[in-house]
T-cell receptor, first 116, second 118 residues
Framework: AQSVTQPDIHITVSEGASLELRCNYS??????LFWYVQSPGQGLQLLLK??????LVQGIKGFEAEFKRSQSSFNLRKPSVHWSDAAEYFC??????????????FGTGTKLQVIP | EAGVAQSPRYKIIEKRQSVAFWCNPI?????LYWYQQILGQGPKLLIQ????????DSQLPKDRFSAERLKGVDSTLKIQPAKLEDSAVYLC????????????????FGPGTRLTVT
């Protein structure tokens, strides 16, 4: 069964500092990986996705993530954090199930606090 | 294009009462998902529709939860009777479908319905 682990429940960074949020997945084949962001009271918004090809993927809002197969990781990064980035971030893995439909599993999330 | 619509945004009920949530997905999206997100946790899939058929309801508490997607468009999720542990945000999402390329994996989420059971 596929699974996602986000080891950091809460992270605090200063505005302008760099950010890295960790995500580890468990899946037998090549996974499809996603990062979503959820602002308070809102639904989830897709930041970026990895399906194949270049292991460094660019997303919206200046975010990027790197797929490392050897480490089963898909960490999210941003070189300079803005106060508006304060939100909760979810990593997810998707695969096709035996019925031919996608199955998506989300991590438990990392809450990002940005201090001035 | 219009996003995924959900209503109501907030609902407070007493335990043992019933409640229903409505979702209208993005036009043309064949796949619709209902998730339960308990505070401090990631979304948990309750049920997944492909058009108007159920493809995954393995985590739906069927003794109290039900969902339907008539005509393969909008959907309703019902809880009857509600329990205290049902307090959560209920998220609806949609994706294009099973055909085509990797875009079928991209889910678009609505704002959610926050349910409080007292």
């Amino acid at each position: 069964a596929q699974s996602v682990t986000q080891p950091d429940i809460h992270i605090t960074v200063s505005e302008g500092a760099s950010l890295e949020l960790r995500c580890n997945y468990s899946y037998g084949a090549t996974p499809y990986l996603f990062w979503y962001v959820q602002s308070p009271g809102q639904g989830l918004q897709l930041l970026l996705k990895y399906f194949s090809g270049d292991t460094l993927v660019q997303g919206i809002k200046g975010f990027e993530a790197e797929f490392k197969r050897s480490q089963s990781s898909f960490n999210l990064r941003k070189p300079s954090v803005h106060w508006s980035d304060a939100a909760e971030y979810f990593c997810a893995v998707a695969s096709m199930n035996s019925g031919g439909y996608q199955k998506v599993t989300f991590g438990t999330g990392t809450k990002l606090q940005v201090i001035p | 294009e219009a996003g995924v619509a959900q209503s109501p945004r907030y609902k407070i009920i007493e335990k043992r009462q019933s409640v229903a949530f409505w979702c209208n997905p993005i036009s043309g999206h064949a796949t619709l998902y209902w998730y339960q997100q308990i505070l401090g946790q990631g979304p948990k899939l309750l049920i997944q529709f492909q058009n108007n058929g159920v493809v995954d309801d393995s985590q739906l508490p069927k003794d109290r939860f039900s969902a339907e997607r008539l005509k393969g468009v909008d959907s309703t999720l019902k809880i009857q009777p509600a329990k205290l542990e049902d307090s959560a945000v209920y998220l609806c999402a949609s994706s294009p479908g099973t055909s085509g390329g990797t875009e079928l994996y991209e889910q678009y989420f609505g704002p959610g319905t926050r349910l409080t059971v007292t």
